[in-house]
T-cell receptor
Framework: AQTVTQSQPEMSVQEAETVTLSCTYDTSESDYYLFWYKQPPSRQMILVIRQEAYKQQNATENRFSVNFQKAAKSFSLKISDSQLGDAAMYFCAYRSDYNNNDMRFGAGTRLTVKP | NAGVTQTPKFQVLKTGQSMTLQCAQDMNHEYMSWYRQDPGMGLRLIHYSVGAGITDQGEVPNGYNVSRSTTEDFPLRLLSAAPSQTSVYFC?????????????FGEGSWLTVV
C-alpha cells in the first residue's frame, strides 16, 4: 500500500517570509495525483494545490507552489509571502489513478506564522 | 452553496450506545466516503461508495456500517460505540469517473465515546 510521510511535525515562519513543507511518498505506480490540504483550527479540509504525476510542470496557485520530484517521490509545498491566515495543519495526500477509491494522507505538519 | 453537510457537529456517546452520523451532498457526486482523523495521524478511510446501492470497505472499517440508498446521502453508523472510536469524522465526495477530480470535505463531526 502507498504511504505518505511528512517528516516535519511542526514548522514556523515569520510573516512575509517563505516556508517549505516536505512530503515524500512510496509507490510503485506511475500514474497518480498528489494534493496538499490545509486544515485551520475550524477543522475544515481545504484543498490548497494538486499535481498530476504525468505533468512535469510544477503546480502553482498564487502564493502556493510545489516542487514535484517524481523520481525522488518528493512533493514539497512552498508558501511565499506567508500570512497569519496561513497558520494551520497541512496534509499531503496521494491518490492512485489505478485504485482511485482511496486517498492516503500524511500525518500533517503544523505551521505557525509569527507576526 | 451547501457542498457536503455533516450532522451532528459534536456528539458524546456512552460505550455501547449506537448512533448515526449523517452526510449529505448536493453536487450530484457519485463517490462519497467517510474518514476518521486521530491525533498525529492523517485521515484514514473507513468506508466509501461509488453510487447508490454500492458500498465498500476502506482501511479501517471495523465497528462501522454504511449504506447508500440515494446519491445525496451516505450515513455512517456506529452500532456499539467504543472509546477507540473517539475521533473526528469527515465525510467527503467527488465525481468518480475521473480519479483526478477534487474531493470535497464536510466540516467534520467530533465524536467522544466515554
Amino acid at each position: 500500500a502507498q504511504t505518505v510521510t511528512q517528516s516535519q511535525p511542526e514548522m514556523s515562519v515569520q510573516e512575509a517570509e517563505t516556508v517549505t513543507l516536505s512530503c515524500t511518498y512510496d509507490t510503485s505506480e506511475s500514474d497518480y495525483y498528489l494534493f496538499w490540504y490545509k486544515q485551520p483550527p475550524s477543522r475544515q479540509m481545504i484543498l490548497v494545490i494538486r499535481q498530476e504525476a504525468y505533468k512535469q510542470q510544477n503546480a502553482t496557485e498564487n502564493r502556493f507552489s510545489v516542487n514535484f520530484q517524481k523520481a525522488a517521490k518528493s512533493f514539497s509545498l512552498k508558501i511565499s509571502d506567508s500570512q497569519l491566515g496561513d497558520a494551520a495543519m497541512y496534509f499531503c495526500a496521494y491518490r492512485s489513478d489505478y485504485n482511485n477509491n482511496d486517498m492516503r494522507f500524511g500525518a500533517g505538519t503544523r505551521l505557525t506564522v509569527k507576526p | 452553496n451547501a457542498g457536503v453537510t455533516q450532522t451532528p457537529k459534536f456528539q458524546v456517546l456512552k460505550t455501547g450506545q449506537s448512533m448515526t452520523l449523517q452526510c449529505a451532498q448536493d453536487m450530484n457526486h457519485e463517490y462519497m466516503s467517510w474518514y476518521r482523523q486521530d491525533p498525529g495521524m492523517g485521515l484514514r478511510l473507513i468506508h466509501y461508495s461509488v453510487g447508490a446501492g454500492i458500498t465498500d470497505q476502506g482501511e479501517v472499517p471495523n465497528g462501522y456500517n454504511v449504506s447508500r440508498s440515494t446519491t445525496e446521502d451516505f450515513p455512517l453508523r456506529l452500532l456499539s460505540a467504543a472509546p477507540s472510536q473517539t475521533s473526528v469524522y469527515f465525510c467527503a465526495s467527488r465525481q468518480w469517473l475521473s480519479s483526478g477530480n477534487t474531493i470535497y470535505f464536510g466540516e467534520g463531526s467530533w465524536l467522544t465515546v466515554v
